[in-house]
């Protein structure tokens, strides 16, 4: 059965950093395209970050985190991490990890999306709380 478990949330200060963890369990993680989500209090939720499926994986992030946050995949450890530095005030919500099992190209190129819309994520995790404050 697939499982994704996110860890490492927790307080931190504006200008900080964590990791985040999303462990899988009976999946092959590369063939999956991961992404990473957030939901803020009174918001809806948005994608932040996703890594495609298939040797190495591309990233992609969406505009508000691009240049502080990097997300990377280890297959031997079936796990996809999320790094995330100069951490803000409005970076404050819960994450989420998603998986989906659809292979995507975009001219050639590896692609995973960061809409729930667009993409088929029917595996998610239950969450972890990141809260930014001094």
């Known amino acids: 059965q697939e499982q994704f478990v996110e860890s490492g949330g927790g307080l931190v200060q504006p200008g900080g950093s964590l990791r985040l963890s999303c462990a899988a369990s009976?999946?092959?993680?590369?063939?999956?395209?991961v992404g990473w989500f957030r939901q803020a209090p009174g918001k809806e939720r948005e994608g932040v970050s996703c890594?495609?499926?298939?040797?190495?994986?591309?990233?992609y992030y969406s505009n508000s985190v691009k240049g502080r946050f990097t997300i990377s995949r280890d297959n031997a450890k079936s796990t996809v991490y999320l790094q995330m530095n100069s951490l803000k005030d409005e970076d404050t919500a819960v994450y989420y990890c998603a998986a989906e099992k659809v292979p995507r190209w975009v001219n050639g190129r590896r692609w995973c999306p960061l809409s729930e819309e667009v993409g088929k994520y029917d595996y998610w995790g239950q969450g972890t709380q990141v809260t930014v404050s001094s």
């Open positions: 009976g999946v092959t993680l590369d063939y999956y395209n």
């Open positions: 890594i495609s499926s298939g040797d190495g994986g591309i990233t």
